[in-house]
């Protein structure tokens, strides 16, 4: 029985090496030279990430292909692309039954992965020096994007049903230590959060693949940690500490958002 309920193996996927993390909860497939994941699969077999390489960053186009992944650290550094799929900035190391380290080629860069039965983390370790990150999350809620369906939550509360169309120049800005994504047809939401609360700017959009913006085919929510409104990465913080999980609810009302709450709290408390 593999340590804390993880199995990690090795393959293929989108023309690159891949580790695949499989765990209770979740699939993870992590992209060894991009330092990032490309695929996020539920119990349900949904992708909540779906990388494809093609199109390659055309934009809006590529909202349905190669701009998802999480969580893309480095943006506006020469290490960039450092932490998302389908790059090659990165090299990534098994440490141990759960664990997997990822350090730029430049050696500028280095975080830690670390995979258990209900949720995943990851650790930054080193920032470039006078560099600047973010923690993004950019794929199709529950494997679709219908952001009709679609809802969220965050520390400020929810549910919300605000449908940003970033194709348009919308976006909701805010200061978030957690945020939380559903479809109203499906009975989980995952959940992205950070251990150190800080005062940064935190991003949150709907990116359609097309000039039909949220009423595009596909598409993907924007999602980040530090990202200002010119897309200026804020973190610095060599030390801080992102989770990622699913939590089998569905969120309807006030109550079961308190029940989120409940669950973020004892998660980030280390219970």
């Not at 200061?175 to 935190?202: E, S, T």
Request: aromatic share 14%; proline share 4%.
């Amino acid at each position: 029985m593999p340590v804390f309920g993880v199995e990690i193996t090795e393959d293929n996927y989108a023309g690159a090496p891949h580790f695949i993390i499989k765990t209770k909860k979740a699939t993870y497939y992590l992209d060894k030279e991009g330092g990032g994941l490309s695929r996020l699969i539920d119990r349900y077999g949904n992708d909540w990430i779906n990388f494809k390489r093609y199109p390659w960053r055309v934009y809006p186009e590529s909202a349905a292909s190669s701009l998802r992944g999480l969580p893309s650290f480095v943006y506006g550094d020469r290490d960039e692309g450092a932490g998302h799929p389908g790059y090659n900035k990165c090299l990534s190391y098994q440490v141990n039954d759960n664990t997997i380290l990822t350090i730029t080629k430049s050696g500028r860069w280095q975080w830690r992965w670390k995979f258990y039965e209900k949720y995943a983390t990851i650790t930054m370790e080193k920032v470039a020096t006078g560099s600047k990150y973010w923690f993004m999350y950019q794929g199709p809620i529950a494997g679709e994007f219908n952001p009709e369906h679609s809802y969220w939550g965050t520390s400020l509360g929810g549910p919300r049903h605000d449908i940003n169309d970033m194709n348009k120049g919308d976006k909701i800005f805010a200061n978030w230590q957690w945020i939380y994504f559903g479809d109203d047809r499906v009975k989980q939401v995952l959940f992205l959060a950070m251990r150190h609360p800080d005062r940064r700017i935190d991003v949150l959009g709907f990116l359609g693949n097309s000039d039909k913006g949220t009423e595009s085919e596909s598409g993907m929510v924007v999602f980040g940690f530090g990202r200002q409104g010119n897309d200026q990465p804020l973190l610095t913080n060599p030390h801080n500490t992102f989770y990622i999980g699913f939590l089998k609810e569905k969120v309807r009302s006030e109550n079961d958002h308190e029940d989120i709450v409940k669950s973020m709290e004892q998660m980030l408390k280390g219970g």
